[in-house]
């Protein structure tokens, strides 16, 4: 799978470029004339293909030249963005192009949004903890979006789970906030899992191995391993399908290998979560 990130509002495109700019933070874009994040083509036609964009974050783009926070149009063969979040652009989400998906993402309209989100050639969109693409599936509350309210000190070279007491969404009740932070699967079925751990910039070092993982029943499913360029912050966004039976508890857990040192995970709705939904039950 390849990966790559066309960024209209910073490098490429004549928007980008002719137009005003954006803040650009990290996986930020804020206050752009024209589109935020953009999957497709500029000119001339150069078509990409199974992109992943994860843990973006859009907000106040596309007022002046009508365009969107998170797109993806022709001739692009499909990106999936996942964890991310748009909020208050003129447009959220326009999916055109076939094959997209939107995944564990948020939808945030304060009273700034102009035109609904469009996810009409997606193959598949979960967005603000509700299925919209396809629209034949049921609505269901097997599903929830935790996360960190309070910076978490991980000891040295051990696996711990991250104790995430906020919630986005849990209609089904099925998080635990107060003692296991984790999610109580309702009912058996396949279920997508994402999460996301912000390591802190100050303590992140040159060669050293740091990692999150998503557990079930304090078994470790799938896990995601890095050794960054050490002065900054590292962002990790393990995610799954998985099959779980009823009352499977899933979990989000980090470690880091670095001898002797204690590593800080940074607290916030975007920065370190982890969402759950219900795909297909048996």
């Known amino acids: 799978m390849r990966v790559a990130l066309c960024l209209f509002g910073i490098v490429g495109g004549k928007e980008g470029k002719d137009g005003k700019g954006g803040d650009f933070e990290g996986v930020k874009l804020i206050n752009n004339e024209g589109t935020g994040f953009h999957f497709g083509s ?31 149009s022709w001739p692009n063969n499909g990106v999936i963005y996942i964890g991310c979040i748009a909020k208050d652009n003129y447009r959220n989400y326009q999916i055109d192009g076939e094959g997209g998906m939107v995944l564990a993402s948020r939808s945030i309209d304060t009273g700034s949004v102009v035109k609904s989100d469009n996810f009409n050639n997606a193959s598949f969109a979960e967005v603000n903890g509700q299925i919209q693409v396809p629209t034949n599936l049921k609505t269901t509350n097997a599903k929830a979006r935790a996360y960190l309210t309070k910076r978490q000190t991980m000891s040295a070279q051990t696996w711990e789970k ?18 296991g932070y984790d999610f109580a699967v309702p009912v058996p079925g396949y279920y997508f899992v994402a999460g996301a751990i912000r390591w802190d910039d100050k303590g992140v070092n040159d060669n ?20 960054p360029a050490g002065g900054r912050s590292l962002s990790q966004f393990p995610f799954t399908i998985v099959h779980l039976d009823k009352n499977d508890r899933v979990g989000l857990w980090g470690k880091s290998y670095e001898s002797g040192v204690d590593k800080d995970v940074c607290d916030g709705e975007n920065l370190t979560w982890m969402s759950i939904h219900l795909i297909n039950s048996d």
């Open 162 to 179: 991250i104790e995430m007491k906020g919630e986005s969404f849990d209609p089904g009740s099925n998080f635990d906030s107060i003692n």
């Open 208 to 227: 050293e191995q740091y990692c999150s993982a998503i557990y079930v029943n304090d078994n470790l499913v799938i896990n995601k391993v890095e050794s």
């Open 42 to 72: 500029p000119r001339p036609i150069r078509p990409s293909k199974r992109n992943v964009a994860v843990g973006l974050y859009a907000e106040g783009n596309g007022f002046e030249r009508i365009r969107n926070g998170l797109d993806h």
